[in-house]
């Protein structure tokens, strides 16, 4: 970290830091699974990872920051169990991503405002296929080039103790280029009998999985007593709402495999109690889902060929949302 002046104004400073890290990783699994299939397999992972960026702070109220960062991923070991059962562990990859980013950021007394642009540059980006492994687990494969760029804005305003509002918005583009698909190949959908030629698709530039364009999200918080001095002064209660843009579960951006966009409703009720001796308990009550609307987060997609039909078999999979639910939950905090 290193910090330089920056005019004549009281805290007006430049800072500059960098950040240098390595990491190294040792997988080794032995034994069968649960379906009885070999697990034998060795490997090691080498990362480097620098990262550097700049603030600066004008008036103490404004600053403007940007900074750069490379960062790697390994597959997990349930990636790197399910390449293991189709035998393609030499085509399971880590991923490496550039990321930059550069904003704004205002804070005074009873106000905030951040706006932060972003683009996450992907090589080999492990990314969900649509397939689900016996287990249930979202198999993952390594996608060539893709990336995520986009703008968050959020704010805040809180103009007495009793009262806060805070909301974000999320704008983004979340692509894979130059995509190809292997499609599972049969005979006919009568027998299914594998055959070895697949079926391969391409898509020059096409969606991410799970990947919504637009979210949002707002919260108004209440303290009615927090002007006072009673055993009640930190009571909360919180509304806040959720959007979640259309997006889509495999990656072809078809949208008959698209899941429309939501909205939820939660509120949140809590209530700190601060012992001389026991520690703080919080009480609090969640509810989520106030509107008991019917919506799906999540999904799955299959899809295979038939050689002698010359058609497209699509299996499908969907998660959907509970309900209203409500929960209470005590929390007990001691010591420092």
Known sequence: MYELPLGAGHGNALKFFADIQYRYISLNMAGPDND????????SYHF???KAGVTAIIQKDHQWYASVYTGSREPSRSDVKESIKAGKTGDLLPERMFDM???YRLTSQSFLL???VYAMEYRNQLVPTGK???????IKENVPVSYRRGVEVEAGWQPVPQFRLEGNICMSSNKIKDLTLYLDTYDNPDDWNPVTLQVTEHYDLTDLVYSPSFTAAALVAVRPFAAGRSLFRNLEAALTARF?????YDNTSDVDRMLPAYQNLGFTLSQPFATRKAGTFTISLFADNLLNQSYCASAWAYRAAFRDTGTIEVMEGFYPQAGFNAMIKIAWEWGN
Do not use: I, M, R, W
Request: net charge negative; glycine share 18%.
């Open 114 to 116: 951040g706006v932060n």
């Open 48 to 50: 480097f990872n620098p």
């Open 101 to 103: 980013e550069a904003g």
């Open 36 to 43: 009885g299939s070999l697990l034998d397999h060795k490997t």
């Open 132 to 138: 689900k492994s016996d287990t249930g687990y979202e």
């Open 244 to 248: 979640v843009g259309k997006q889509y």
